[in-house]
């Protein structure tokens, strides 16, 4: 029988290891297509809340959550699950335009 999260979970801990003690719970997002690979991802401590599965309609589902049936799409999510960068970004953004346009 194949089991593929065995070895996906196999190799996100591999990953961890070569980082050390301070690699623990670097994994900031997971996405995948079956929700073994959620699980996979459980294994290293992503946070449940941004562990994606996306389904063949394209469709993006938080499965591991208790708010099952949730869904996204591609263009929202970096703004809400990596909004600290996107604010980053739109201040970098709008003052070096700021600068070419004054």
Do not use: W
């Not at 960068?85 to 953004?93: C, M, P, R, W, Y």
């Amino acid at each position: 029988m194949r089991k593929p999260e065995v070895f996906k979970m196999a190799c996100l801990r591999d990953i961890q290891r070569l980082f050390g003690l301070q690699a623990k719970g670097r994994f900031y997002a997971g996405f995948g297509n079956r929700i073994t690979d959620a699980l996979s991802y459980r294994s290293v401590n992503v946070p449940s809340s941004h562990i994606f599965t996306i389904d063949s309609t394209g469709e993006v589902k938080m499965e591991l959550l208790e708010l099952a049936g949730y869904k996204s799409s591609y263009v929202h999510l970096p703004a809400t699950l990596f909004s600290p960068i996107h604010a980053f970004l739109t201040f970098v953004v709008s003052y070096f335009a700021a600068d070419i346009f004054t």
